[in-house]
């Protein structure tokens, strides 16, 4: 069976909030022991795969879960288990043969041994909830992860749709997320826990994943599918950096690529669908921008700051204009959960439409590399805020056409991409030079270090322009694919 669910964290000052709220008087409580099993190699959680064994009070359970698409939907198959008193069971794969996960087990698997790697230890308050238009189970966990001594806490709210559309179960949920501040998290306990036993937090920073469109699909299909493609980026480096306290740059990043193929396919595609809310769009470039100071920064620490002390102003610092929002409050804010399930929600959409989206979206692939191959003939006398227009079109081109790289020859695609890929580099250090120097302009009156980095970055300035020109011949010469 597939299970769709959505779940959220809850911070430490409401828990005993939502505890009371979902203690209602047909509430049930259970307390829930698990062990988890996986190879030595991991072989299981590298497929996507999550075998469990379960004490939920005094019944045992084993379960398979599988992946699903990377938001709220998940295979799942569950057996129940005799077991003697003071018997403590092993997992068995057989139980799960002849079903679409049960098949999944066996191929992952294949000759290796399962042995336990980590396990929860969780108090478990259930209450059923009826609301407008769907059969809602919450699953209030308070516990722990466990594994080699080590204990990590666990504060969780799932919502599971027992009956009904997902788009109720969004609604229900996004009441509560204003109600208590929970916070969306696409991380399965799984994957918490195979962490845990790794002995690390995190997990590596999540690219964006090609994308196989249907054949002859309709252009309302098309954008859901790009949408839930976007958003399987988007969330899963989200729910680190809402949730963890130390994170990495990468993470940041990805999530703004995330975010950046996500507002390309509002602003190329939207005109595809009339569902689309135009409000989506701005809050996705407000909360863009929220996070692009901080990932600035880093990618100057990274490029452009070594340079500047290898040429000679050894012990500089990256000025601080102001105090930067915090990545963590961004994500963490009611208003950010709640995007995240309106789109999910639209992404989960049914219906089709009558428009074929090969030829709807050509016209914008044409449009766009139409206003690429203009401005890169025009470059060297483009303002600079042109050029970093130039830059997002470049991207927007890239984005757009890794979305509808499945509809056309692969040859074709990579050719362009190939011509694009360049031109994208090049904008980017040109545009890291601006943003340095927009940086040290602020610090450069009362700081001489700083007028030395704007005398290095004026010449730098003067090379990026030039390798930008030349970078953007080929590009005006690229043969469209489509």
């Known amino acids: 069976m597939t299970e769709i669910e959505l779940k959220f964290q809850v911070s430490e000052a409401r828990r005993a909030a939502v505890a009371k709220a979902v203690a209602t008087a047909t509430a049930t409580?259970?307390?829930?022991?698990?062990?988890?099993?996986?190879?030595?190699?991991?072989?299981?959680?590298?497929?996507?795969?999550?075998?469990?064994?379960?004490?939920?009070?005094?019944?045992?359970?084993?379960?398979?879960?599988?992946?699903?698409?990377?938001?709220?939907?998940?295979?799942?198959?569950?057996v129940p288990l005799r077991v003697a008193a003071g018997v403590q069971p092993l997992?068995?794969?057989?139980?799960?043969?002849?079903?679409?996960?049960?098949?999944?087990?066996?191929?992952?698997?294949?000759d290796g041994q399962l042995l336990p790697i980590y396990g929860t230890e969780v108090m478990r308050t259930l209450r059923l909830v009826r609301a407008p238009g769907c059969l809602v189970e919450l699953a209030f966990d308070w516990g722990a992860l466990v594994a080699d001594q080590q204990r990590w806490p666990l504060c969780e709210l799932e919502f599971e749709l027992k009956a009904g559309e997902p788009a109720a179960l969004a609604a229900l949920a996004s009441r509560w997320v204003v109600r208590f501040g929970l916070t969306l998290d696409v991380r399965t306990k799984a994957e918490r826990g195979e962490r845990m036993a790794r002995g690390v937090r995190l997990g590596a920073a999540v690219k964006a994943q090609p994308l196989t469109l249907p054949e002859a699909v309709d252009s309302h299909t098309a954008l859901r599918l790009v949408l839930g493609n976007c958003l399987s980026?988007?969330?899963?480096?989200?729910?680190?950096?809402?949730?963890?306290?130390?994170?990495?740059?990468?993470?940041?990043?990805?999530?703004?690529?995330?975010?950046?193929?996500?507002?390309?396919a509002l602003r190329e595609l939207g005109p595809l669908s009339d569902a689309l809310r135009p409000e989506w769009g701005e809050a996705l470039g407000r909360l863009f921008g929220r996070l692009g100071s901080a990932r600035d920064r880093d990618a100057l620490a990274q490029t452009l700051l070594p340079a500047l002390?290898?040429?000679?102003?050894?012990?500089?610092?990256?000025?601080?204009?102001?105090?930067?929002?915090?990545?963590?409050?961004?994500?963490?804010?009611?208003?950010t959960t709640q995007l995240w399930l309106q789109l999910v929600t639209f992404a989960a959409a049914g219906g089709v439409s009558e428009q074929a989206f090969a030829p709807a979206v050509r016209q914008r692939l044409a449009r766009l590399f139409k206003q690429v191959r203009r401005?890169?003939?025009?470059?060297?006398?483009?303002?600079?805020?042109?050029?970093?227009?130039?830059?997002?079109?470049?991207?927007?081109?890239?984005?757009?056409?890794?979305?509808?790289?499945?509809?056309?020859?692969?040859?074709?695609?990579?050719?362009?991409?190939?011509?694009?890929?360049?031109?994208?580099?090049?904008?980017?250090?040109?545009?890291?030079?601006?943003?340095?120097?927009?940086?040290?302009?602020?610090?450069?009156?009362?700081?001489?270090?700083?007028?030395?980095?704007?005398?290095?970055?004026?010449?730098?300035?003067?090379?990026?322009?030039?390798?930008?020109?030349?970078?953007?011949?080929?590009?005006?010469?690229?043969?469209?694919?489509?």
């Open 29 to 78: 409580k259970v307390a829930l022991r698990a062990r988890y099993f996986d190879t030595a190699d991991r072989r299981l959680g590298q497929a996507g795969l999550a075998l469990r064994v379960r004490k939920e009070g005094r019944r045992w359970v084993q379960t398979l879960k599988g992946a699903g698409d990377g938001i709220w939907q998940r295979l799942e198959h569950e």
């Open 91 to 110: 997992a068995d794969p057989a139980l799960h043969d002849g079903t679409p996960a049960g098949e999944a087990l066996r191929q992952a698997l294949g």
């Open 233 to 264: 980026q988007v969330l899963a480096n989200a729910s680190d950096l809402a949730h963890e306290a130390d994170t990495e740059p990468e993470q940041l990043h990805q999530l703004r690529v995330g975010l950046r193929r996500l507002r390309t």
């Open 309 to 335: 002390r290898q040429a000679g102003a050894k012990g500089l610092e990256l000025p601080v204009i102001e105090a930067e929002p915090a990545a963590q409050a961004a994500l963490r804010e009611p208003g």
């Open 375 to 482: 401005d890169a003939a025009l470059f060297a006398t483009l303002d600079d805020t042109a050029r970093h227009r130039l830059r997002k079109r470049v991207k927007r081109l890239r984005y757009l056409s890794e979305f509808v790289a499945s509809a056309y020859r692969a040859e074709r695609v990579r050719a362009f991409l190939k011509r694009l890929a360049p031109a994208q580099e090049a904008l980017g250090a040109f545009n890291d030079v601006c943003v340095a120097r927009a940086l040290f302009e602020h610090a450069a009156p009362n700081d001489q270090m700083a007028m030395f980095a704007l005398g290095w970055l004026a010449h730098e300035r003067d090379d990026a322009i030039k390798h930008c020109q030349r970078v953007l011949g080929p590009l005006r010469k690229a043969r469209p694919y489509w």
